[in-house]
């Protein structure tokens, strides 16, 4: 039997709309995006944690102003954390991974690293030892970056991007 049945309207297919809802988003998508990476113990509720993912989003989007900044939690239970090989022994302490483009404002870098370090001890104060909170930020040249198939370094909106940012 070939099309719908009588009084059946027919389905049309969503594949061709989502394919350029899809294509229409990754076009005006950014070509670099930051990537913040959190360690930390479990425990924070949602309110929490997304009170702190604005706080860091906004201070990695101050120095690097690019709006697509991705945050990462990995909560682990004390039990799957030692310190100097004693499990439970102390507080945990955070430890956070910055993966991003190059940034040559120390000012800036300052800046981002009081503010990462504010978020997390507001949010983990309670629960973790916050004081020593480590955040280890990776920067990359653009040609040593890929995204959507090709190297950064090859796609002059993001040299350009990071070209602006590292100018001032």
């Not at 070509?31 to 929490?48: C, K, M, Q, S, Y």
């Not at 989003?57 to 690097?64: C, G, K, L, V």
């Not at 682990?76 to 190059?102: K, M, S, T």
């Not at 480590?134 to 090859?154: I, T």
């Amino acid at each position: 039997m070939s099309g719908p049945a009588v009084g059946i309207p027919a389905r049309r297919s969503v594949k061709p709309f989502r394919a350029q809802q899809q294509l229409a988003h990754h076009q005006q998508r950014p070509p670099l995006a930051d990537e913040f990476f959190i360690e930390a113990p479990a425990g924070l509720d949602r309110v929490a944690k997304q009170r702190m993912m604005r706080e860091v989003t906004a201070a990695i989007d101050e120095a690097f102003r690019m709006p697509d900044v991705r945050v990462w939690l990995r909560d682990y239970d004390a039990d799957n954390v030692a310190q100097d090989g004693d499990i439970g022994g102390v507080p945990v302490r955070p430890v956070c991974f910055l993966e991003a483009p190059e940034l040559a404002d120390l000012d800036a870098k300052r800046t981002m690293a009081g503010k990462l370090h504010a978020a997390i001890h507001a949010a983990y104060g309670e629960i973790a030892d916050t004081d020593e909170t480590l955040v280890l930020m990776n920067h990359y040249p653009l040609e040593n970056a890929g995204w959507a198939g090709r190297l950064q370094s090859d796609n002059a909106e993001a040299v350009a991007h990071i070209d602006q940012l590292n100018a001032r």
